[in-house]
C-alpha cells in the first residue's frame, strides 16, 4: 500500500487533519477549515490538492 492511496482516504474524509498531517498548522490549514464550513467538497478538493498532488 502507497502513503498517496492513505493520503487520498484521509482527505476525503478529514480534509483538515489530511492538510495538517501534511503542512501543519498555517495558512494552508486555515484555508481548508473556511472550505470546509463553507461546504465539504470544496474542502475536499483543497487537501486532495495540496496532499497527494
Do not use: E, Q, R
Not at 15 to 43: E, F, Q, R, S, T
Amino acid at each position: 500500500m502507497d502513503n498517496k492511496i492513505v493520503a487520498l482516504i484521509v482527505s476525503i474524509l478529514l480534509p483538515p487533519l489530511a492538510v495538517y498531517l501534511k503542512n501543519g498548522a498555517g495558512k494552508d490549514l486555515v484555508i481548508n477549515v473556511l472550505l470546509c464550513l463553507l461546504m465539504w467538497l470544496p474542502g475536499i478538493l483543497h487537501a486532495i490538492w495540496l496532499t497527494v498532488l
